[in-house]
C-alpha cells in the first residue's frame, strides 16, 4: 500500500513539475504580452506546420497580439469543431468547396473589403471564384492543382501528358491514388471531359465504370504518405496536389510533376474569419499581415506551395516562378475546374461510389 | 459491505457520463435519417449492402487474424520473460515502443519496408530477390500485432507470474513432462491472463483504420475506416452511428465468447 | 541471469525486442540525418536537435502532453481500480455481464464517435474546451483498459485471503489497504502504463475536445502531416525515449537497491 501511495505522489509532483516548464515554454513563446483580457489575442486555426513560424513571432512583435496558433488535420474536422463550437477561432483556412459549405451554413464573417489593404496584391485570376463571388468571405493563402507526378527512373515524360495516360496498360499496378471521393472521381471525370461538380447520375456511374478498369494499374490509396512513398520509389506515378509534388521533388530529383492537358482541378486554401470570432480587428490585421508581399514571399518560399500574392511571387526567386507547373501561366488552366460544395446527398453518393471503388479490389 | 459501494461511485459517474454520452449518441443517431427524422433506414442500408457485410466480415477477420498472431508470438515472450531475473524491467521494456507516437513508428515501417528499405537488404543478404512488401495484407497484419503486442504480453504475464512455482515443481516431481506441464499448470493458470489479453487486442483491433490506408494502401478496408468517412467526409452520422452499433454487439459477442466459463475447482 | 531457461527462450526474447525496438531505431537513426524527412539519409547532423530546442511550442506541447497522461491515467487508475473492485463484488452473473460490456464500449468505439459525442456532450455543459476538458476526456477513455487489466488479478485472488483477513478481526478498509491492493499491484501497474499509453498516443478524441491554444504531441503531430512531418519530431522521440530508458532504469536500480537492503534488515513490508 505504501507503495502505491509512493508512486501516486511521485506522479502527481512529476506532473506538477511539468506543467511549470509548459508555462516557461508558452512565456518563452510569445513575444506580446497580450491576454485575453486585455484583447490583444488572436486564435488561429490552421494546418498543421502550415505557416513560417518566423512570421508569428514578427507579427507578434509588429502588433503587440499575441497569437494563439491551434491545428488541424482535415477540412471536414474543423468544419465539425467549428460548427459545434465551444471555442472560438479568429482565422480558420478552409480549402474551397469548405468555405462555399461554411458560408451555406452561416458559419462564416462577411469581409470588410475596405479594411483589407493588401487586396490588390491578388492575381485577378485567383479571385471572384465560384465557391465565394467577390471574395466575400474569403481570401486565397495558397492555390495550386491536382496533377500527376512521375519518376523519369520507370517513366517518359510524354506518356503522361493527360489524364487518359493513366489507363495506359503498361501502368499496371504502379500508381498511387490520393484517398479523396472528390479527387478521384474528378480526375475520372475530367478524362471525359465532364465537370468535377457533376450532380449527374449517368456521368457519376460513368465516372466509377471507368475508375474499376483503372483497378489494375492502382497500386495502393493513400494519402500524405504518398509524399514519403514517391520519394522511396515505391511507385511510379502518383496523383494528387501541386503542393505535395513540389515537396516530393525537393526529396527526389528523379520527380516530376505534371498538369495534365484539356484541364485540371484548381484548389485554393482561402483565410476566413469565423461567425463566432472575438478579436475581428486583430483578425484583419493578421490577414493584411500576411498579405504584405514580403511575408507573403517569405512564407511561399517557407512552405513551398505557389502564392496567389503577385508582387510576392516578384520577390520569389525565378528558379521558382519560372517552373511552369507550379506558376502556370493562363493557356495552361484556363480549362481548370475548382470545386464546389456538393448537397449532402451528392457528397454521400460520390462516397458511396468511392467505397464501392475501394472495396472491388479483392 | 457499504463500503464497496461507495468506493464504486466514482466509476458509476464515469459510466453514467462518459458512457452514457456516445451510447445515446449513436443510438439517437442510428435512427436518425440525413433530414433528422426517425427512421430504420441506416440498419436497412447497413445490412442489405453487401459492401457493408462484406466489410464487416473484413473487419471481423482481420482483428481475428491480428489477434491470433498477437496471441502466438506473445505468449511465449511473456512465459520466458517471467522467468528471467529482473523481469519486470523486461516488461518495462516491452512497454516502452508504446510510448512513442503511433504515425511515427508507422513511417518508420514504411521505411523499413519499402523497395530498398532495412528489410529488403537483409531479405537480398540471404540470397533472396527484394519483395513488393509495403501494400500487403500480411504487412498490415504484421503492423497491427506490432502495435498491439503489448497488450496482450502484459496481462498474459501478470498471471504466468502469480502461478506458485512450487505447482511447477510439484508437477514435474509427479514426473510430468515439460509440455505436460505447460498444458496442465501453466496454460489453464494463465486463462485469465490470456481472456484479457485477447478482448484488449480483439475488440479495438475491429475498428482499426489509419494503419489500413497508411501499410495497407487501403487494400483492407474495415468498418473503422467507413465510421471515419461517414463521421467526418459525409457527414451522415446516421450511418456512421449504425456502424458503431454494429461494433459495440460484435463487442459484447466477443465478450461473451471469452468469458470464463461455469467456474470450476480450482486447483 | 537465467533460471533454468533453455538457450532458445532467451534466443526468443532478444528476437522479439529486435522486433519490437526496430522501428524505434530507425526513427532515432533518421533523428541524425542532414536532409529534412525521414527517407534519403544524407548525412550526420545534429541540426534538427538544435530545431527542436528553440522550438518553444513544441517544447510546450510535449510537457502539456506529458502532464496530461500522468494525471489521466493516475485518475483514471485510481477510478478504474474501485471500478473493478465494484464489478467484482457484483454477484448477479448477469447484471455483471452487463456492466462488462458497458464498461468495454469505450474501447470498441472509434476515436471519431467518442470525440464527437464528448465535444457535444461539453457544449451541452457549457465547459470551456482546453485542459480540463482533455484531461476528462482522456480518464473517460482510459479506465476500461484499467478494470480490463486489473480484474483478472481480481478473479485470481483467493477469497480465503479475505476471510482469515476478517476472522483476524480486520475492518473492510483494512482488508482493502493490507490485503486485497497489494494483491492487486501488478494489475494496477499494468493498467496504469496501459492509460498511460493511450493517452500518449490518442489523437481524434484529444483533436475534437480540445481548443484555447491546448494541444498535444499526436495532435500537433497529425496536423503536421499534410506538409510533411519534419525530423524534429524525430529528434524529439529520440530524447523521449532516451529518457523514459534512462527512467525505468533508474526506477528499477532503486527498487533493487531497496530491496536487497530490506531483504538483509528482514522481511520487508510491500
Redesign the interface.
Known amino acids: 500500500m505504501k507503495k502505491l501511495i509512493y508512486a501516486m505522489l511521485a506522479v502527481l509532483i512529476t506532473s506538477g513539475l511539468l506543467a511549470l516548464g509548459a508555462r516557461h515554454f508558452e512565456q518563452a513563446q510569445s513575444a506580446a504580452t497580450g491576454d485575453e483580457r486585455s484583447g490583444k489575442v488572436l486564435n488561429i486555426y490552421n494546418w498543421g506546420a502550415y505557416i513560417d513560424p518566423a512570421l508569428i513571432t514578427k507579427f507578434e512583435k509588429q502588433t503587440g497580439i499575441k497569437v494563439n496558433y491551434d491545428t488541424f488535420d482535415s477540412n471536414e474536422a474543423m468544419l465539425t469543431k467549428i460548427q459545434q463550437g465551444g471555442t472560438s477561432y479568429d482565422i480558420t483556412v478552409p480549402s474551397d468547396y469548405t468555405v462555399q459549405k461554411m458560408k451555406q451554413l452561416g458559419l462564416l464573417h462577411p469581409l470588410d473589403h475596405s479594411k483589407l489593404t493588401t487586396l490588390k496584391y491578388y492575381d485577378p485570376f485567383i479571385m471572384n471564384r465560384a465557391f465565394d463571388p467577390h471574395n466575400e468571405y474569403s481570401v486565397p493563402y495558397f492555390w495550386g492543382t491536382l496533377g500527376i507526378t512521375y519518376n523519369d527512373k520507370y517513366v517518359n515524360a510524354k506518356d503522361v501528358q493527360t489524364w487518359n495516360d493513366l489507363w495506359n496498360p503498361k501502368f499496371r499496378d504502379d500508381i498511387m491514388l490520393t484517398d479523396d471521393a472528390r479527387d478521384v472521381f474528378g480526375f475520372s471525370l475530367l478524362s471525359m471531359h465532364k465537370s468535377v461538380n457533376t450532380t449527374d447520375n449517368a456521368d457519376l456511374l460513368a465516372a466509377k465504370g471507368k475508375l474499376d478498369a483503372l483497378m489494375p494499374n492502382v497500386k495502393a490509396i493513400a494519402a500524405d504518405e504518398i509524399k514519403m512513398y514517391m520519394a522511396q520509389d515505391q511507385a511510379a506515378i502518383a496523383v494528387g496536389y501541386s503542393g505535395d509534388a513540389s515537396e516530393m521533388i525537393e526529396e527526389n530529383s528523379h520527380l516530376h510533376y505534371v498538369i495534365p492537358k484539356g484541364g485540371t482541378n484548381l484548389w485554393f486554401d482561402n483565410l476566413v474569419i469565423p461567425k463566432n470570432a472575438k478579436h475581428l480587428a486583430a483578425a484583419y490585421k493578421f490577414i493584411n499581415f500576411i498579405n504584405e508581399p514580403k511575408n507573403a514571399a517569405q512564407n511561399a518560399q517557407y512552405i513551398g506551395y505557389s502564392t496567389p500574392n503577385w508582387a510576392a511571387k516578384k520577390l520569389l526567386p525565378k528558379s521558382i516562378t519560372d517552373q511552369k507547373e507550379f506558376y502556370p501561366d493562363d493557356a495552361m488552366i484556363k480549362d481548370d475546374q475548382v470545386y464546389t460544395n456538393l448537397s449532402q446527398l451528392k457528397t454521400q453518393q460520390y462516397n458511396d461510389l468511392y467505397l464501392e471503388f475501394k472495396m472491388a479490389r479483392h | 459491505m457499504k463500503n464497496r459501494l461507495f468506493y464504486f461511485i466514482p466509476y458509476s459517474l464515469w459510466l453514467i457520463l462518459f458512457v452514457g454520452a456516445p451510447i445515446i449518441l449513436m443510438l439517437g443517431e442510428s435512427f436518425l435519417s440525413v433530414s433528422h427524422h426517425f427512421t430504420f433506414a441506416n440498419y436497412q442500408d447497413f445490412l442489405g449492402s453487401g459492401t457493408y457485410l462484406r466489410m464487416m466480415f473484413n473487419s471481423v477477420w482481420y482483428a481475428f487474424l491480428i489477434t491470433l498472431i498477437t496471441l502466438i508470438v506473445s505468449f511465449p515472450t511473456a512465459l520466458f520473460l517471467s522467468n528471467l531475473k529482473y523481469k519486470q524491467f523486461w516488461l518495462l521494456l516491452i512497454i516502452l515502443p508504446t510510448w512513442i507516437n503511433l504515425l511515427l513508428k508507422t513511417y518508420a515501417f514504411i521505411g523499413l519496408l519499402s523497395k530498398d528499405g532495412s528489410i529488403n537488404h537483409f531479405i537480398e543478404l540471404l540470397g533472396f530477390a527484394p519483395q513488393q512488401l509495403l501494400f500487403t495484407d500480411a504487412s498490415f497484419i504484421l503492423v497491427a500485432a506490432y502495435i498491439e503486442i503489448p497488450f496482450m504480453i502484459l496481462p498474459i504475464f501478470n498471471s504466468i507470474n502469480e502461478i506458485d512455482r512450487s505447482l511447477i515443481n510439484a508437477s514435474y516431481d509427479l514426473g510430468a513432462t515439460k509440455w505436460q506441464t505447460f498444458r496442465r499448470v501453466i496454460l489453464p493458470l494463465s486463462a485469465d491472463g490470456i481472456r484479457a489479453g485477447i478482448q484488449a487486442v480483439f475488440i479495438p483491433s475491429l475498428s482499426l483504420f489509419m494503419i489500413t490506408r497508411l501499410i495497407g494502401g487501403n487494400r483492407v478496408i474495415t468498418l473503422g475506416t467507413a465510421i471515419e468517412e461517414h463521421f467526418l467526409v459525409t457527414q451522415n452520422w446516421g450511418l456512421g452511428s449504425t456502424i458503431g452499433v454494429v461494433l459495440i454487439i460484435a463487442m459484447i459477442i466477443t465478450m461473451a465468447l471469452t468469458r470464463e466459463r461455469k467456474k470450476r475447482g480450482r486447483k | 541471469?537465467?533460471?533454468?531457461?533453455s538457450r532458445w527462450?532467451?534466443v526468443?526474447?532478444v528476437v522479439?525486442?529486435l522486433?519490437?525496438?526496430?522501428?524505434?531505431f530507425?526513427?532515432i537513426f533518421?533523428s541524425f540525418n542532414a536532409?529534412?524527412?525521414?527517407?534519403?539519409f544524407s548525412g550526420f547532423s545534429l541540426v534538427h536537435y538544435g530545431e527542436l530546442f528553440s522550438?518553444?511550442?513544441m517544447?510546450?506541447i510535449v510537457?502539456?502532453t506529458?502532464?496530461i497522461a500522468?494525471?489521466s491515467s493516475?485518475l483514471a487508475t485510481?477510478?478504474?481500480t474501485?471500478?473493478a473492485?465494484?464489478i467484482f463484488?457484483v454477484r448477479k452473473s448477469f447484471i455483471k455481464?452487463i456492466?462488462?460490456?458497458?464498461?468495454?464500449?469505450?474501447?470498441?468505439?472509434?476515436d471519431?464517435?467518442?470525440g464527437?459525442?464528448?465535444?457535444?456532450?461539453?457544449?451541452l455543459l457549457g465547459?470551456?474546451?482546453?485542459f480540463g476538458s482533455v484531461l476528462?476526456?482522456h480518464?473517460?477513455?482510459s479506465?476500461p483498459?484499467v478494470v480490463?487489466?486489473v480484474?483478472?488479478?481480481l478473479?485470481?485472488m483467493n477469497s480465503s485471503l479475505i476471510d482469515a483477513a476478517q476472522d483476524l478481526g480486520a475492518n473492510?478498509?483494512q482488508v482493502?489497504?493490507?490485503v486485497i491492493?497489494?494483491y492487486l499491484?501488478?494489475?494496477?501497474a499494468?493498467g496504469f502504463?496501459?492509460a498511460?499509453?493511450y493517452s500518449?498516443?490518442d489523437?481524434a478524441v484529444t483533436?475534437?475536445v480540445?481548443?484555447?491554444?491546448f494541444?498535444t504531441?499526436?495532435?500537433?503531430?497529425?496536423?503536421?502531416?499534410?506538409?510533411?512531418?519534419?525530423l524534429e519530431?524525430?529528434a524529439l522521440?529520440a530524447i523521449?525515449?532516451i529518457i523514459?530508458?534512462l527512467l525505468?532504469?533508474g526506477y528499477?536500480f532503486i527498487?533493487?537497491h531497496n530491496s536487497a537492503r530490506k531483504n538483509k534488515k528482514g522481511r520487508g513490508?510491500?
Open positions: 541471469m537465467v533460471e533454468k531457461q527462450a532467451n526468443y526474447l522479439m525486442f522486433i519490437l525496438y526496430s522501428p524505434i530507425y526513427l533518421c536532409g529534412q524527412y525521414m527517407q534519403n522550438d518553444n511550442r517544447l510546450q510537457l502539456n506529458f502532464v500522468l494525471l493516475l485510481i477510478i478504474g474501485f471500478g473492485l465494484g463484488s455481464n456492466l462488462l460490456s458497458l464498461n468495454n464500449i469505450l474501447l470498441v468505439s472509434p471519431v464517435i467518442i464527437a459525442s464528448f465535444l457535444i456532450f461539453f457544449t465547459l470551456s474546451l482546453g476528462m476526456s480518464i473517460a477513455f479506465i483498459i480490463l487489466m480484474l483478472p488479478k478473479n485470481e473492510s478498509w482493502l489497504t493490507r491492493l497489494p499491484t501488478p494489475g494496477i499494468a502504463f496501459m498511460f499509453t500518449l498516443d489523437f483533436f475534437f480540445t481548443g484555447n491554444g494541444s504531441l499526436a495532435v500537433e503531430i497529425y496536423s503536421r502531416a499534410r506538409q510533411g512531418v519534419s519530431i524525430n522521440s523521449m525515449f523514459s530508458l525505468v532504469a528499477f527498487n533493487q513490508r510491500g
